[in-house]
């Protein structure tokens, strides 16, 4: 498994800070660059070797429904794929929708979730959301994948909330745009989040 963070928006012109590592490899940025093609390389070597992914960003990837557009939340997936339209374009979102629109192009079959739970070996990309902890003024990508595989028994047993106010799921529209193989029912369900600690 390859866990990927990026800091979006942490560098002039376009151009992305992203860290990984694997879960056998504790060198720090076992893998990292700082442009969205760079990312998509590392991710479409990784799903080539039959690796899983674990992308994630330091950008809220779930957005609540404006009020005014409670009913769209229970429309279905066009509705909720409208309300997410500009909003994926933002920094974070936008990186992300670089990466899976590529391998919308190149690998179709893949496979992506925002949910621990969905996320099984047939499953090869999970995009999360890498939270600064308390205090914090942002997210630094090595400490986010560090955190994410610290996390990670924790968070599976623990899928986000339902029960609260109707969301969109960024990550989710992202991933459906881009033509892949994405579950629609995540659209209306948070994505999984990765509290950051350490440096």
């Not at 992914?53 to 229970?74: E, F, H, I, K």
């Not at 630094?140 to 990670?152: C, G, I, K, P, T």
Request: hydrophobic share 45%; with cysteine.
């Amino acid at each position: 498994m390859l866990v990927i963070a990026v800091e979006t928006g942490a560098l002039p012109g376009g151009r992305v800070r992203w860290a990984g590592r694997r879960h056998d490899d504790d060198r720090p940025d076992a893998s990292s660059g700082a442009s969205p093609a760079e990312l998509f390389d590392a991710v479409f070597r990784a799903l080539h070797d039959g690796e899983q992914v674990a992308l994630g960003a330091d950008c809220p990837l779930t957005m609540p429904v404006p009020p005014d557009q409670g009913a769209a939340a229970d429309a279905g997936a066009d509705a909720l794929l409208e309300l997410a339209g500009p909003a994926v374009t933002r920094p974070g979102p936008a990186e992300l929708g670089f990466v899976l629109g590529e391998l919308g192009v190149w690998r179709p079959w893949t496979r992506v979730s925002t949910s621990l739970s969905r996320w099984k070996a047939n499953t090869s990309i999970l995009v999360w959301e890498a939270v600064p902890a308390e205090g914090a003024a942002g997210v630094a990508a090595s400490a986010a994948a560090d955190s994410f595989f610290r996390q990670l028994p924790a968070a599976a047993g623990h899928e986000p909330d339902t029960a609260g106010p109707p969301v969109v799921n960024l990550a989710a529209a992202v991933a459906y745009r881009a033509g892949l193989l994405a579950d629609a029912s995540e659209l209306s369900h948070p994505a999984i989040s990765i509290t950051v600690t350490g440096s």
